[in-house]
């Protein structure tokens, strides 16, 4: 039975953080919480290291041997422990770090105290903080990024696994914010013994476990603390914590970049510094670790171009596409609207001390013109299915004209640009309103073959790229008719009457039996259709979300558990899902009732996607071009557009949504089986098509999860 704790929509996470003052730039895009950004432990790595000399090495420190060794006892309190690193510490100050500006590192109890300012508002608590002095407040709080150890004191009435699960926990959040240490510090101690712990970004965690009266224990606990001040090669120096000046507010960074140049047939880098850069997302740190920072100001220069967002990712080498490549790709001859622009990309190598552990992975910076809004934020229904339109189009080119799939459409990929700020910074903005594509999974088909079939966010993956393959046929005597193709507006259809008409004309339902292949000849693919699929999801969840403005403030209308569990599910639950939006079996409660009319058009959609795979249709069928989803996707979404618009019923079309998305049922429902779940069960005892068990009982694939349940121990 899966342990995973229950889904809920973004803000019913439990790890809202402390009241910290959020500005409008800072707020816009924290609407964007679908990330995965929870510590998750089975997918992390855990190696010891051999013995105490080994972690010695790796820390790579001064012997000490001009300190006094600090020896305990069998068994230490945690005052105790506290009492003594603070001793050690101020030794290690007073012999290494003389500088009249140097500062002491202190060792406090926080187990009651929640650090503020991180990336992803959590509210993990660790029992032991280190930073310098002046960094902790009067009530002995500090900011994440001012950490520089957190570890955890082991309770009674825990298991040995769960508290060594808290205490990694609190480096993979350290990790994230902290995107200029290559290696977090952290330990989990107990009366009885010492662990400590290293979290390296990209490769996962290493440990010692040594007993209190182990004579190697004070040199390891010298050398532990000394890198607390001085992290050396577990830093990357391109990074400087701007000064904190408010406390209300989110701490930013100062990443220095290298920009090369030509001078006289020579290459040379001149440093160019990004300041007031604020931290935006951080996932993955024991994997694809990923960083994302933005500037509200005008950005750097390079080269005459402005740089408004950064982004570093760690990934393994020679198992990556080229990033900044395609982006030159999609705007080889002219700019393409709605694609951001690379200005700056770089390669850094991780230091040559982390080579032994082959961890074979390099960090890619990229540096992107544009910056706008995450989609979630769009203010009205207009707005959202005009941006969807544009989207699907830009796909659409992006696939015939450059041979590019997007393969990663989601909340956090596509950013919004309203009209006004493209007005007020001409520099940094796009040309037009339009949408922009962020471009982490921009993937070129000649360079596709080595990736995993799987791409995407999950919450928004098509249902077969969740797969792997192909959507069922319908098995035989076929009772489901081919979905009609829409008729399209009239001014669309005058303007593509030559292109697009003639290759989709308007057609009814039709029978499924003569188009229909009966064996499977052409290997699966990721394609156009897959993309056209997300963009229904994401839809779907804008919608899902939506409240007029103040409506948190009035009486809630939550989102039907069974609609949110079909959406956040495994493959089983989005396809009953579509099946249930398609039939207009769960349209109460799916969509706030202001943004009800919604549900028409969502019905039609979902009749395009689950009517048959393509990939069962033979090649003379139209609805097997990669391009019919979208084709019919923008017909029904312009037909909607132009219908509210002339019957001036644009009440809900013009309605601003409330920044707080809607919550789910209370946990406390006990929400049945969907009736679209029990309606999946009747098609297959019919003969209809079904998934198999194996994907029915497959709990791993949850598509947005909530903080770890360790997070939400460390609170008690």
Known sequence: MSTEPPITPPTQFSHQSPPIKKGPFYAEHKLEQVQRYRYQKETQQKTDFENADELFKFLGTPT????????????VSRSDFLRKANSMSKSIKEEYF??????????????????????TDTECRPDIT?????????????????????????????????????????????????????????MLASEGSMMFLVGIGGFGVRRLRIGWDDEEL??????FIYRTYDPGHFADSSYKLDPIVDEDHRPTWTITIGVESQVGGVTTERPVPCPNFLPLYASSPFDTRTHVFATPGKGADVDGKKLTVLKDQVCRIHNRFDEHGILELVHKSKRVPGVVEAVYHKSIYLPSQLDDLGVG????????RQLGSPFASIPTVKEMLKVAFDIVEVLRFLRAKRNILHRDISTGNVMYVPTSKDKQDPDTSTQDDEVLFFSEYFLSDRVQSKEAPNNGTPLFMARAVDRGQAMPPPSFPYDLALYPIPSAPELYAKHYHDTR???FPPSPPSSLDPIIKRVDTVPWRHEL??????VFWLMLYWAMTAQPNGGADGEAEHIAGTAWCGLTGNVVDRHSLLLGIQQGIIAKGAFHSTFQPLDDLFK???????????????????????????EAFQRLILEFLITHNNNNDNSFMNQTIDSNPRETEPPSIQVPQSSTTNQMSHAASQGKRALSTAERSDSKRRRITQEAQTDRNSEN
């Open 98 to 119: 003389k500088e009249p500006s140097s500062r002491l590192i202190v060792f406090k109890d926080t187990e009651s105290k929640v650090p503020r300012g991180h990336v």
């Open 130 to 186: 280190a930073a310098f002095e002046n960094d902790f407040g009067g009530d002995d709080t500090t900011f994440w990024p001012c950490i520089r150890m957190a570890g955890e004191w082991a309770s009674t009435g825990s298991t040995s696994e769960d508290q060594e699960t808290k205490a990694i926990s609190y480096l993979h959040y350290l990790l994230l914010a902290r995107p200029d240490l290559y290696v977090a510090q952290g």
């Open 529 to 534: 259709d897959h993309d056209i699929e997300s």
């Open 64 to 75: 000490f041997g001009d300190l006094a060794d600090v020896h305990f006892s069998a068994t």
């Open 501 to 503: 008409l003639k290759t």
């Open 218 to 223: 004070s040199k390891l606990l010298y050398a």
């Open 361 to 368: 992975r390099v960090k890619y910076r990229h540096g992107l």
């Open 604 to 630: 039609r959609l979902a009749g395009i996607l689950y009517s048959i795979d393509r990939h069962w249709l033979h090649p003379s069928e139209k609805r097997n071009d990669p391009e019919y989803f979208a």
